[in-house]
C-alpha cells in the first residue's frame, strides 16, 4: 500500500502559528506556552498574545514587546511588530522552541504537536501529491529542505518527532 498525502503543498507555516507554540521558558528552561491572539502580519492593540510558563510563572505580553521601525526614510516612518517565521524560534517572543533536536548537523523543529504531525505525514508519504492549477512555492511541503524528504532519512525523522511529541 502506498502513503500518499494531497495537503503538503496547501499548508503554510503560518497555519500551525494559530495554535499553541511550545518554548522553552527564558527564566526556569522548561516547557512555556505561547498562546497566540488570531495571527496578522499588520499590528493590532488588542493583541492578546502572550507567553506562559506553568513552571514559575514567567509571564509576558507581546504589547509590552517594544515595535520596531520597518522603514523609515526623510518623510516617512513605518512603526510596526517584526515577526520572524522559522529559523527555530518562536515568531513572536524569539525564544527558542520546545520541539528542536539537531539532527544529522541540521535543526529539526516544531511550533507545536500540529506542526510535528505534519511533518511526521509528509515524510512517511512515499508519495505526495500537488495539484498542477494551483502551485504554490510558499507551501510547507515545497519549503521543507532536501534533507527531510530523502528516503535514507525517514526512520530517523520519523523517530525523532515521535520522540520530541512525547518531550515533557
Known amino acids: ?32 506556552i505561547v498562546k497566540p491572539d488570531e495571527f496578522s502580519f499588520s499590528v493590532s492593540e488588542n493583541n492578546s498574545t502572550k507567553v506562559i510558563c506553568l513552571n514559575c510563572g514567567y509571564s509576558k505580553k507581546l504589547l509590552e514587546k517594544p515595535v520596531s521601525i520597518i522603514y523609515s526614510d526623510k518623510n516617512n516612518k513605518i512603526i510596526g511588530r517584526q515577526y520572524k517565521i522559522g529559523e527555530g524560534i518562536d515568531p513572536y517572543f524569539y525564544l527558542p522552541l520546545w520541539y528542536s533536536v539537531n539532527f544529522d548537523n541540521h535543526l529539526l523543529w516544531a511550533y507545536n504537536n500540529e506542526h510535528i ?7 512517511v508519504a512515499k508519495l505526495r501529491e500537488r495539484n498542477i492549477q494551483e502551485i504554490s512555492n510558499q ?28 518531550k515533557k
Open 117 to 123: 504531525e505534519f511533518l511526521k505525514s509528509h515524510i
Open 139 to 166: 507551501s510547507l511541503g515545497s519549503r521543507l529542505p532536501k534533507w527531510m524528504n530523502t528516503n535514507k532519512n525517514r526512520e530517523p525523522l520519523l523517530n525523532i518527532l515521535t520522540e520530541l511529541q512525547n
Open 1 to 32: 500500500m502506498e502513503i500518499r498525502t494531497k495537503n503538503s503543498y496547501q499548508t503554510y507555516l503560518s497555519d500551525f502559528m494559530k495554535f499553541d507554540i511550545f518554548v522553552i521558558c527564558p527564566n526556569c528552561n522548561k516547557k512555556a
